[in-house]
Every structure is written in C-alpha cells, then in structure tokens.
C-alpha cells in the first residue's frame, strides 16, 4: 500500500502542469496502481455527467452492447471497463483518463437521450426545414465496401439510392445504423461500382488543424456538382463539451450531412453532421453566430467499423499532403450524392 500511495503522488505530481492523469499513466502501471488511476477517473467523469444531466447514474459501469451491437468487450466490472476505456477511448497516451470515461458514459444511450432533449433546440441535423417525402445528404465509400453518411438521412426510409459524379446510380441498404452517433454505413450489391473509398486517419485532429470537405449541399436546385468549403478546427469539443465531436468553421448546409470532414494529407478526420441553430440564438442573445457546425470525430466511425465484417475490399485513395485544390481534385470522385425515399 505504501508503494502505491507513493507511485500514485509521482503520477499526480508529474502531470501537476496539465492538471490531469492521462491514458499514458494508467497504461504504464499495473494491477492496483491502474485500477486506482481508472478509479479516480471514472469517479471524476461520472459526477461531471450527473451534474450536467442533474440526476444520478444508476449503473456506474454501463455495459457497452447497446452502442456497439456485436462487439461488447465490457461485462460491467471495473476491471473489464478500465480494458474497455484503454483499448477504445485513450486515442493517444496524452488523452486524459477522465476525458475517455466521459466519453464512455457520453456515448450511453439514456444518457444521450437526456441530452439530446435538453440541447435539441439548439442544435439541429443539416436537413431540409420542408417536410419531404425525400432526404438528400453525403455519403462516401470506406475500404470494406460500405458507404458512410448521417444516420438522420436515412432515418425512416426504406429507400436508398447513391449517385456517382459521373450520373450512376447503385441502390444500397442499412447495413448497420448507430443512431447514438448518428452514424450509418449503407451497403451495395456490387462494391466495384463504387469509386475508391478514402483512407481513415488514425490519429486524432487538433484545435486549429486546416480541414475541408466535399458534399452537396441542396442538389436539387444548388446543383449536382460537389461543392467544396474548407475551414479550421476550432474546438476538439463540441456543444455543451461534447467529446465526441469537433466544433468546426467549415461552411455546411443541408445536403453536406454526412460528407467527410479531411485533413491537409487527404484522410478522413470526422463526418460532417449538424450546426448551431443561428435563429434560436439570436432569438435568445441578440448575437448571430457564424459558422458553428460539428462533425463526428472519426474514431466513432472506426468503432462501428470493426463491429461488420468486411465483405468486399475496393481500392483506397493514398495518402497525399497538398493544398485543398489538389486534393480536391483527387477526392471529389469518390463523394456520392444520397438520396433516401
């Protein structure tokens, strides 16, 4: 016990700078040492969850088979939670501890459900306000031979149809659909009609990264080319510190909802899904924001990834740094217009 009152105030001690223990101290430690770490942390995230949602969490450590379908590598002990937060949520070893547990109990769909009715009137799915019998959005082929786009486009549809830039059309189904993160991977027949799929980063994107992306924001009278609007990332959070989007100033608007969101190296940072509500707003505070708009960070996407199996292998784009020209030129192929009825 002496030995690890001791490690515990040398971990504490050496990140006093950052205020915070990281993913790198637990997983440099054993046994009790990084039970006590994961402890200490998740205790920290759940008070900050119940004093936003302003209720307390029944289950301190919620199974994960509600938000990754198949793939459940937790059975709710501490121990196979604190394998569960190291192996999904610490992206990096600077990542903090406490920041990965609240992205955990963030992604629990009754936590969700609560703060999606608390923030919805301020942040809305990029859709068409009209009601229509059709939705139009985004979407873009990943290596396994899915398409990727909004969960939201989809939603209440049964059919799907994807648009090449060239005009051809390839039908497509729900493959699997994660609504807690408003994510979809759509299905094709024949994946060799799909045009190259676009590489994932690996990695995660900073506050002040220059990204962009390519959709089609209103097809049906903006018209059917893609449009490019590129921006910066101006916060690794978004609204209300949600940890698992960025806040960002790329110009989005109806139709972009699940378009890529690319680094300067022409890799898939985050999928483009809703904006600031700039009239409740301004109807509120008298101040008209501009260019508020979230994307879902990537590491979401490669969850429900690796929960379908791959049925099909298409060719990828390589990675390639350039200007947003260049790459747009090299990607805006691989952007399909979607189209559910």
Known sequence: MKKLIILLFTLYASNSTAGVITCGDAMS????ARMALHHSAQKRAQRAVEDFTGKTLTVPYPSMKACFGNKCESDGTPESTASFVDIYWCETNSTPLHSAYYSLYSSSKLWFDKRYAHTQTIRKPIRRKNVSSVSLGTGWPVAGGFVVTNH?????????????????????????DDVTNDLVLIRVKDARQLP???????????????????????PDFMG?????????????TGLGNDPRTYQISVPIQAGNSGGPLLNMKGEVVGITASKLSA??????????????NYAIKIGY?????SSVPSKHHIQVLPTLAGNVEQLAARIEKSVLIVVAE
């Open 196 to 218: 190259p799929a676009l590489p994932l980063a690996t990695g995660v994107a900073h506050a002040g990264a220059r990204v962009f992306t390519i959709g089609y924001p209103h």
């Open 152 to 176: 939201h486009v989809v939603a209440g549809h049964k059919k799907i149809v994807l648009i090449r830039q060239d005009g051809v059309k390839i039908s497509g189904s729900v493959a699997m």
């Open 301 to 305: 996407l490669t969850m429900l990834l």
């Open 224 to 236: 059917s080319e893609p449009k490019v609007t590129d921006g910066l990332i101006s916060a690794v």
């Open 279 to 292: 009239s409740k707003i301004f109807k509120w505070t008298g101040d008209l924001p501009q260019n508020v």
């Open 29 to 32: 430690v054993k046994g009790d």
